[in-house]
């Protein structure tokens, strides 16, 4: 089981450290060996998926991922399309953070049975927006306002929410992109409230950066448009260790 495997890395090596890869931007003759080098240099898993797809490469992705990897996949759906059973798992979100029904119970009733029959295992996870200074995609795309960065009593409400309702994760993310990612002051305060593991996601562009997000409390770090403007797998590594204890 991916979840498992996800709860054991953090366990075993304090984090983990999730390469989000959006089909859109990948450059194809480059892809299959920047998967072996990210592997290699202490990616834990890889996201795969975008608020917005504007080509087909969704599946191949996927398929050219496992070809050359055995680092698990994970699908990070940006719509309900973004299912296949070539991936390991999927991230099955809930956008607490909103009051939009879509996005709160009506595309997990689309996407449920697809998820079953495909057989993958279903992660559900707290995704909750926060405000990163810009309007990011997942704003746009989600039409839900996201929680503004001092209002750290209600994210934290909002994470207790999602405990005990009984999902397994929490996303915090700032958005793609993002100007600032999550509040450290708000991580610590919703680690220390509520158990579940917390990913946080959205804007972070330092190692450094990185590790205070797990200093407040971060199990996982996700990073997406950082290494899509530099694939060195030199940066990789140094956000891998600044993740991972030493
Ligand atoms: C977006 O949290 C991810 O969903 C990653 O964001 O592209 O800003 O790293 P970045």
Redesign the pocket.
Known sequence: MVIEYLLKTKRDRGAGYLL?I?PDKINKGEFPGFIKEASSSGVDAF?V?G?LMLTNEFEATLKTIKENTKTPVII?PGSVSQVSSIADAILFLILISGRNPDHLIGNQVVAAPIIKRAGLEAISTGYMLIDGGNV?S?EFMSNTKPIPREKTDIAVAHALAAELIGLKLL?L??????KQ?VPDEMINKIAQHCSLPV???????TPEEARNKIKAGASFI???????QNSDSKVIKEFAQAIHKS
């Open positions: 989000l959006d996201l998926g608020s990070f990011t997942a996303y993310e700032a958005g793609s992109g993002a990612s990913i946080a996601g959205g804007g972070i562009c996700v990073t997406g448009t950082v290494i899509e």
